[in-house]
């Protein structure tokens, strides 16, 4: 059975890599309008996180791909050889 969460439940929760690098903080979820899914995670990386200081930066934020969540509970985990550098 899937579990469901609300979008503000998400927003603020502590962001980990799958080798438990603390990456920063998630701030908003993008959704595509047309298909409903999720593309990806905007986040706001911690200062002294190494990979997050190698992610390409938007206006000082992350976007993280969904493909790279492997959970989501106390903290999202992220797999870190799934995201995107630059």
């Not at 980990?16 to 986040?43: A, S, Y």
């Not at 930066?57 to 995107?84: C, H, Q, S, W």
Request: glycine residues 6%.
């Amino acid at each position: 059975m899937a579990k469901y969460l609300i979008a503000r439940q998400l927003s603020g929760k502590k962001i980990i890599t799958n080798d438990g690098e603390d990456f920063g903080r998630l701030v908003d979820v993008n959704i595509n309008e047309v298909t409903g899914k999720v593309e990806n995670l905007e986040t706001e990386p911690k200062p002294d996180s190494e990979s997050a200081n190698k992610l390409r930066k938007e206006d000082g934020m992350i976007l993280i791909p969904y493909e790279a969540v492997t959970a989501v509970g106390d903290f999202v985990i992220v797999e870190k050889r799934n995201l995107v550098y630059e």
